[in-house]
């Protein structure tokens, strides 16, 4: 997966504004937590490029950026919870599942293929 790392507050700005011309996938990540560990290698494992329209991705390290977390859940009205996926789509989120209901296949329903 070609992730970009989410490292600074103003990239949910720029990520609301790439979400008006593209899905965006966050992924929000707790790397001491099993449950989250077990939840990004299953869709690391099932990820395949090929079967979406263009998606940004986004990783949150969530231990080493808890305010980015927080800026999360406030600027798009989400519970927070880890591991957590949120979909972006004209700048508000269409999708959000947490532990283990992440699953590449509801992902794969939501977008459209590239083929």
């Not at 070609?2 to 600074?8: P, R």
């Amino acid at each position: 997966m070609d992730w970009t790392a989410l490292n600074k507050e103003e990239q949910i700005e720029q990520i609301k504004e790439e979400s008006r011309t593209q899905p965006v996938l966050i992924f929000k990540h707790s790397t001491q937590c099993a449950i989250s560990n077990a939840a990004l290698r299953r869709l690391e494992r099932n990820w395949n490029a090929e079967e979406l329209a263009p998606l940004k991705i986004y990783y949150l390290d969530l231990l080493s950026y808890r305010n980015i977390s927080q800026c999360i859940a406030e600027s798009f009205d989400v519970e927070h919870e880890s591991p957590q996926v949120l979909i972006l789509k004209e700048g508000n989120p269409i999708f959000v599942r947490s532990h283990l209901a992440i699953s590449f296949d509801e992902i794969q329903k939501l977008l459209p293929s590239k083929n």
